[in-house]
Every structure is written in C-alpha cells, then in structure tokens.
C-alpha cells in the first residue's frame, strides 16, 4: 500500500488543521490506518488510529478531546482534523497502514506501509 500525506502547514496556537493520508490499492480498505508525529530532536510517537470500518477509534492522552481521526474507504482516505492546536504539537505527521484490520495493535512493528511525512508548525 502506498500512501501519500498531505495537509500541513504553519498555523497559530488555538488554530486547526487537517491532513489528509491518500492510499493506492483497495488492500487499504482492510487495513487500520494510524498517525504518528516526529517532533525535532525527539522519538517518534503514536497519535491515533482507526480500525477498517472507522468504527473504533484511538488517541494519545495528549490529543484526545482535540483531534479525531477517520476514514472514507470510498475514497481511500484517512484524515486527522487537529483543532485547538498548541505549540508542542509541531512535528512532522507519518501516516502508517497496518498490517491487521483492528486498531488495538498500535505499536510501528503493526505498521506495514507509511506516507512520506507532512509538517506540522504551531506558533505561539
């Protein structure tokens, strides 16, 4: 599966944003789909992921309540809509397929396929 991410860009704190990761190949159809970010200097780590259906849904602490995640399969599509953005959600955005159809395995070891990446920079 190829994916393609999109989206980012510079926004002021309070501000929104949502990226966009494309996928070629139905096979992404039955695949959860996850988002990661990449701050500088520091480890990459796990933001959300939904499951094949778009049903089940999952967030990092930090995002919950301000980020939602989901998918339209018709179009092999998954987005990430980032509201109330804070400076230390700056980071470059990965998308990832995974290799299973559920989103409880969230570990990069389940991702199979990820997008090249898109920048995400909020200022203060």
């Known amino acids: 599966v190829q994916l393609q991410a999109s989206g980012g860009g510079l926004v002021q704190a309070g501000g929104s944003l949502t990226l966009s990761c494309a996928a070629a190949?139905?096979?992404?159809?039955?695949?959860?789909t996850g988002w990661f970010r990449q701050a500088p200097g520091k480890e990459r780590e796990f933001v959300s992921i939904?499951?094949?259906?778009?049903?089940?849904?999952y967030y990092r602490d930090s995002v919950k309540g301000r980020f939602t995640i989901s998918r339209d399969n018709a179009k092999n599509t998954v987005y990430l809509q980032m509201n109330s953005l804070r400076p230390e959600d700056t980071a470059v955005y990965y998308c990832?397929?995974?290799?299973?159809?559920?989103?409880?395995?969230?570990?990069?070891?389940?991702?199979?396929?990820w997008g090249q990446g898109t920048l995400v920079t909020v200022s203060s």
């Open positions: 939904i499951n094949s259906s778009g049903v089940r849904k």
């Open positions: 190949g139905r096979l992404f159809r039955g695949k959860a």
């Open positions: 990832a397929a995974s290799r299973v159809s559920n989103a409880e395995y969230q570990r990069e070891e389940y991702f199979a396929s």
